[in-house]
């Protein structure tokens, strides 16, 4: 995935915005993983399975956020 959660800090120079993104995403997604039982994944698991959700879940009014099936799938762009 290309999102700041997977960022070592090696592949970033500091004190740039990506940077400091990547390592205030890390600290905040690690304080919500020791906040559950971390016993049964690890925490690079844990981010993996929260970028899942985040990049394919839809908003609906009626549900909530839900998960569809192979809509993430579809070509959302107009032509």
Do not use: C
Not at 62 to 77: C, M, Q, R, S
Request: charged share 15%; aromatic share 12%.
């Amino acid at each position: 995935f290309a999102s700041p959660l997977f960022h070592k800090e090696k592949n970033l120079v500091e004190f740039t915005a990506a940077f400091h993104l990547g390592q205030t995403m890390q600290s905040s997604m690690s304080e919500v993983w020791n906040l559950i039982d971390s016993q049964h994944s690890s925490l690079d698991d844990f981010l993996w399975a929260y970028t899942v959700v985040g990049s394919r879940a839809f908003k609906l009014n009626d549900l909530g956020t839900v998960l569809i099936p192979f809509a993430d799938l579809a070509n959302h762009v107009s032509l």
